[in-house]
C-alpha cells in the first residue's frame, strides 16, 4: 500500500455570524462562531487519513498560534507533516460571515501558504505506489515542480485543479486523474488545456471519470447539514483508494461515499474547532 502526500493550504477558519451582511461602509455585529481547521490541503489530508491512508501533509504555516493549533491536530490524526513554520507571514486565514438565511462572505488571506518549499516536497521521498494529491491554493508553479518531480519518481499526480488556475500542459498530462467541479469544468472547457485523465465532480447527481460514472447517493430530509469539504473529503477519499491499489472503479465509488458523508456536519472537516 502506498502514501497519499497532500501538498495544499492549510488556513484557519474564523467563523462570525451575522443577522445580515453589511452594505459597504457599514458596520453590523456579529457573534463570534468558533475557530476551525481548514483550507483545501488540510480538509484532503483529514479526508485522506478517514479513509485509513498514510499521510503526508507538505504546506506551511506561521510561527503563531493558529499554526501550532492546526500542525497539533495533524499530528493527533496521525498525519506526517513538511510543514516548516515561517517568521514573515501568519498562518493562512479564512475570514466567513454566515448570515440568518445561511448565506455566507469569505475573505482569503494566503499567509504562510504562499511560502510552501521544494524541499518540503522532496521531504515526502514519494516513490512507485505512492499518490501526490495537488490543490491550487498554493502557488502554481511550485504544483508543476512537485507534479514533475513525483511522477518522475514513478509517484502517482492526482491534481484537483480548484481554484481553477492554469498550469502547463505537460503538467495537465501528468494528473491522473485531473479532478474538477462543473464549474471548473466549464473554464477547463474554454481554455487550451486536455487532460488525459479527467475526472469531473456534479456534487449531488454523482461523478464521472472517463468512462466510468456513479450516480449521487441518495440522503433523506435534514441529513444534509453542510456541503463545505464535500469535495475535499472526494479528493481525499480518491486518492487513498488509490494508493491501496483499487481499480478506478472502486476508487470511484469510495470518493462518492466519502463526499456523501461530509455533507452530515458542519464544517469543512468533523470535530474542527482549534
Not at 498554493?138 to 508543476?144: I, K, R, S
Request: charged share 20%; with cysteine.
Amino acid at each position: 500500500m502506498g502514501r497519499v502526500a497532500v501538498l495544499g493550504s492549510l488556513n484557519v477558519d474564523i467563523v462570525t455570524r451575522v443577522e445580515r451582511h453589511p452594505r459597504p461602509g457599514e458596520t453590523v455585529l456579529g457573534e463570534a462562531a468558533g475557530r476551525f481547521a481548514g483550507g483545501k490541503g488540510g480538509n484532503q489530508a483529514m479526508a485522506a487519513r478517514r479513509a485509513g491512508a498514510e499521510v503526508v501533509m507538505i504546506g506551511r504555516v506561521g510561527r503563531d498560534d493558529a499554526g501550532a493549533a492546526y500542525l497539533d491536530r495533524l499530528h493527533r490524526h496521525g498525519i506526517r507533516t513538511e510543514v516548516p513554520p515561517v517568521d514573515h507571514a501568519p498562518t493562512g486565514a479564512a475570514y466567513i460571515a454566515v448570515d440568518d438565511q445561511g448565506e455566507n462572505v469569505i475573505i482569503v488571506v494566503p499567509g504562510a501558504n504562499s511560502f510552501v518549499e521544494d524541499r518540503s516536497v522532496a521531504a515526502a521521498d514519494l516513490g512507485p505506489g505512492d499518490v501526490l494529491l495537488c490543490t491550487l491554493e498554493v502557488p502554481a508553479d511550485l504544483v508543476a515542480r512537485a507534479a514533475t518531480l513525483a511522477h518522475g519518481a514513478g509517484a502517482r499526480v492526482v491534481i484537483n485543479l480548484a481554484p481553477y488556475t492554469w498550469l502547463p500542459h505537460d503538467v495537465i498530462a501528468l494528473a491522473d486523474p485531473l479532478v474538477v467541479n462543473e464549474s471548473e469544468m466549464r473554464q477547463l472547457a474554454d481554455s487550451d488545456l486536455i487532460p488525459s485523465s479527467l475526472l469531473v465532480t456534479f456534487g449531488a447527481a454523482g461523478a464521472r471519470w472517463d468512462g466510468e460514472e456513479v450516480s449521487g447517493i441518495r440522503l433523506e430530509e435534514g441529513d444534509v447539514v453542510d456541503t463545505v469539504g464535500a469535495g475535499d473529503a472526494f479528493c481525499g477519499a480518491l486518492a487513498a483508494a488509490l494508493a491501496a491499489g483499487d481499480t478506478r472503479r472502486a476508487a470511484l465509488e469510495a470518493a462518492n461515499r466519502a463526499g456523501s458523508e461530509a455533507v452530515r456536519w458542519a464544517g469543512a472537516q468533523p470535530d474542527a474547532a482549534l
